[in-house]
């Protein structure tokens, strides 16, 4: 293409924006994620306090004990901004769309048996208040957290929470056949069923717990640290084996979902520990005080869906999130045990 | 009803040029008025985008929920069904 | 628990029933804590909600669709970006004086989709209710794109032109930019009922359509094909945030009778507030682009008297008026934006854009769509600048302005049945005076004093020591404090501001394109 221009006489001015050149050191290419995360929450001269919360700022480091001397060391490894992050999901959603459609046009979860449907829905549906928990968890940390590199992710993972709570929901409906009575009563095993209480308690505590960071930790790293395995390593499974392979092509997405956002939560974990001595003290206190919570309402929900195998299993996810701390750089007096 | 003025607006694109004629269709009423990269149809108290009348001239299925892809803006009351995305004043 | 399965298939849903199935419903009462502790900050402002299940959700999109359409558009709107870098679009505009209107929007505009973003993350935590919620999250993440894609639209021209480079930094600091500023930060700091009726309802739905249509015109109208792009894309969006905007007020006005005069006074300040922020938007119209698209009073009747007009038609049914003072607003049509790039004439050599006298032609255009006012007001001021400055003395005014304590403009807006004479106000509170530019924003101190006291007016900081750099020492001998506030405020001195004609952006369009500095 023909441009009206003398290309060879221009010199461009700068590479970058100011900001992220004082960032990254030096005037230089910058990439788009980069220029979508640096810079872009306001830092210092604000107007009002909150109403809400006089005696802090608007936006306020203190809003966690976590001290970090840099909050854009929380980069996001999958470098995430808005667009490759919805053209990411779009994506994925596209070949679950396929799974769903498979599975609907075959009546492959509507005609099970009603047993294998009750089960089902006792196992797996009521999750979706315990997606929505975790949507409003991360959009507290959203809301409250310092820096753009750990909020927008965060944003992103409040909206993956939903996108899950509205799968979960959907699975309900394959297997009630559209009607809408597997989410009634999955509300109701929520609310009341012995199994699910230990979970909705968690939940409930993360709701009232205001340390952004601490609500970042116990959700994102210990309940979905042990729970995405215990569903991955053996209710999925169980439930496949039990009630036949189609329910595990709704549920196709959680060894890459855990996996892909897993590396996220754990290149948060590294950076804040890493920091001093004490946030890794404080990440382990934390990690030792959820990771008993969580523990007790595991053990109830893991034993109503696995049976005598509940306890092992909970043993064996545990190890799994003991061995990934320990590589993250934290040093826990057995605390998940 | 109102008779106040309710609108719509989208891009000027190849994608909205069959959404425009079924408006224009659909509402005899309305006023389409071109602006740079930009349509905008006003109509007294009521418009109504129908679904059919956008697959007829698309010659392919259409979902309403695509008219978001080319939205500039609207004023009005929305109800949206799979059939039709009506503006109105109560 | 029995559960017999459909015989003929699984019924068939409408989206209504599928959103309904998949998002209502979501939430619980918690048992094992407090309600109350869950959700501490939906009630202090006083609206009462008795059953939030009567929200009504206008677009019914589940994150799957989500996803979907918002991807495709991010696909769309990438792809334009990557060909505009490749073929050097920037130099496609008419001229170099356009790119100030972009200056102003990524320094002044593009900082508050972002704080949009945190706000609405704020309501999407804070509300009790699902639905409410989800709407608000959805917003939030919109904001974070529109701020994203602006940065990335931007920052092409950022490597070519001044003033762009350091759109944040400037955000928290310069005193023009502490309009939109302030006005955000009073709506973040705000309950979530006032946050959401502020910014969904005055500003997106009453207002919005002043900020981004003319924006987005003018930009097309000026050869600007990135900017349309991410402006109309955004705007794909924003129509999602309008219909919330709508549901937000009338879901709060239908819940309970006493909820009404807290949500009109609630109109009313953010009514005003809003108006004032678009001061910066009919300079822009009227004096900024260089070919125009539409005068400021022709959009403010447009989209505001008209629509707004039947709007609050539609409101009167639960007692809702149209918001004080916008009879003021449209006897000011015909004169704020001459008033307002007066100000900024006087203070060009403060701001991190460039102002300059429009052209022959360009007056003729605003004697024509201003006739009773341009001729006998503003032309015989641009002229006498245009004179001064052809002997050397374009004028720049050295001391600082007096800036209202609510919308922190400085106080050069005129009375509303004179225009040739400064409207002051003034109130006395806790033995200090504090000084307004209208009757508006006294209003809206006089309910809130507690609050707007607290305002961070860049003219006082900078008085009280406030804005030099870390480290500086204001007694050394020589000390220049403007000088220095520049340097606080990031800007390259000598390039970032003042007159068009002077500056380097002016100098490197001439030599890069060998197009006109004006074009005609």
Redesign the interface.
Known sequence: MQIDIKTQAVTQLRQTFSHVARYLGNDKPASRYQEATYGLQAETNFHYRPLWQPELELYDKRRTQLVMKDWYVLRDPRQFYYGTYTITRARQQESMEKNIDFVERRGLLRNLAPAAVEALVLALVPLRHLEWGANTHNCHVTAYGWGTALTQATMFHTMDRLGLAQHLSRLGLLLDGNTGESLAQAKALWLNHPAWQGLRRVTEKMLVTQDCMEVFFAQNLVLDGLLYPLLQNHIEPHCAAEHGPAISLLMDFLPQWFDETSRWVDAVTKACVAESAANHDLVAGWLAQWGALVNDALEPYAGMVLGEKGPQAVKAVEAILEARVGKLGITLDRAVA | MSSDTVFIAFQANDDTRPIIEAIEADNPEARVAHFPAMIKVDAPGRLVVRRESIEERLGRAYDLRELQINLVSLSGNIDESEDEFVLCWN | ??????PN????????ENYA???R????D?????MD???P?DK?EGIRIHDWEKWED?????????????????????AIVDAFQQ??GQ??VVDARYINTLKLFLTGVS?LE??A??GF??A???FRG?SA??AC??Q??DE??H???Q??TI?QY?????G??????M???VWYL?VP??YF??A????PFEFVTAISFSFEYVL??LL??PF??GA??NGDMAT?TFG?SA??D???H??LG?EVVKFILEQDPANIPIVQRWLDKWFWRGYRLLGLVSMMMDYMLPRR?MSWAEAWEMYFE??G???F??LA?YGIRMPKYHDVASMEKHRLSHEVWGIFYNYTHAAAFHTWVPEQAEMEWLASKYPETFDRLYRPRLEYWRAQQEQGKRFYNPTLPMLCQTCQIPMGFTEPDDPTKICYRESDYRDNKFHFCSDGCKDIFDNEPE??V???LPVH?IYQGNCFRPGVDPTAPGFDPLAEVLLYY?YHVGEDGGEYLDSPDRR?WE????KPAVAT
């Open positions: 628990m029995n559960m017999p399965a459909a298939g699984p019924k068939k849903l409408s989206l209504k199935l998949l998002t419903g979501l939430g619980w918690t048992s094992y804590e407090d502790k869950a959700f900050l202090f206008p677009f019914r999109l589940t994150m799957d669709a989500y996803w979907k359409y918002q991807g495709e558009k991010e696909r769309k709107l990438y073929n050097n130099f496609n900082p972002y704080a973003h945190r993350a704020m999407g935590r804070n699902t919620r989800i999250q959805m939030a993440i974070l794109r701020a994203q894609t940065a990335h920052s950022n490597k070519f032109f001044n762009l480079h350091d759109p944040g930094h955000h928290d600091r502490s500023k302030s930060e009073d973040m700091t705000a309950g919005t359509n981004f249509m987005m015109s097309a109208y349309v109309f705007q794909s924003e129509s999602r309008m219909t709508l698209v008209q629509n007009g039947a709007l038609n539609d049914r609050k707007y607290q305002s961070w900081q990031g490197n030599q890069w394109t060998g």
